[in-house]
């Protein structure tokens, strides 16, 4: 097996391997650095591109070479929730690494391609190019925009000719202000992205209390669902072997209160984005706090040498109670 070696620097400090140390490493043409500090980013970038296609080339890692583009997905998501995860700590410095994790799905993704005559790296570069040039004609053309609004307006009006192009629909046919958003993204954030597109074209509620009286009618709505619930009533699911006790609920009416806790989380979408607050990251920040006060009950109860299912629900209420002071009192 081919195994990587150092070669020295030039005066630039890069090192391109010579023509015999791209047939020994299998990569035909590749730019190679190893063992030196490019110069350039350029040069980072395609001595990241060469490790990537060594790494799938016959020879090269085994694991690497198994993957396909469905098998890297699932990567890709947990490598984007390390990035915002350092982003909220605040973590510059896992950052970098965690950026370099996302870019490495980046470059995996487009070696696959080239590999299959798809596309490369190369095509991925110009058509981010294009795009950022494309959408920013007052900096690279002659729009003119002074203000964030304005570019907004601007974004949206190219982006619905995009979507027009790339739907191959006529420049005068009629096409939904919805067509382009997603159902693969996480359900909160397709929300928000649907209801914003149709805020743009004036269907929205005229003021935060028309958000909160709507929050009251969905509200409703399930407790109305909620008096046919078989008896005694929806109970806490949390003690004992999961679904033993369970009530048994029609499927029906299982759908309906499916349906109406939709509404809900809709509807606390939208207030969200009337708020301009971010309603995955509102979530995120609400759990790390329910995890902080949670935890800080364990450790007092473990100071007893109990669990929290040992505990009454009062005292770990009060336990509750007390963490949200300290919290406060800590601030």
Known sequence: MTTLRE???????????SDETHAALNVPSAVVYIGCLMATTGERFERAVSIMERLRAPGGCPWDREQTFDSIKPYTLEETYEVIEAIENRDWSELAGELGDLLLQVLFYAEMA??????????VLDRLSSKLIGRHPHVFGEVKADT???VKRNWEAIKVEERKKKSGAAKNEKQSVLAGVSSAMPAMLEASKLSSRAAQVGFDWPNVEGLF????????????????????????????????GRVAVPE???????EEVGDLFFVLVNVARYLSVDPESALRKTNRKFKRRFQWMEERLQESGRTADQAAMEELESLWQQAKREETSGA
């Not at 080239?114 to 190369?122: T, V, W």
């Not at 009533?233 to 999961?242: D, F, N």
């Not at 029906?252 to 499916?258: A, F, I």
């Open 7 to 17: 070669y020295p620097c030039d005066g630039a400090g890069s090192n391109r391997a």
């Open 114 to 123: 080239k590999e299959q005559d798809s596309f490369s790296i190369d095509d």
């Open 148 to 150: 964030s609004d304005e």
């Open 213 to 244: 009286d709507k929050l009251h009618e969905e509200t409703v709505e399930l407790r109305e669902e909620l008096k046919n619930f078989p008896a005694p009533g929806p109970r806490p699911q949390g003690h004992g072997v999961a679904g033993s």
């Open 252 to 258: 029906e009416l299982q759908s309906r209160m499916e």
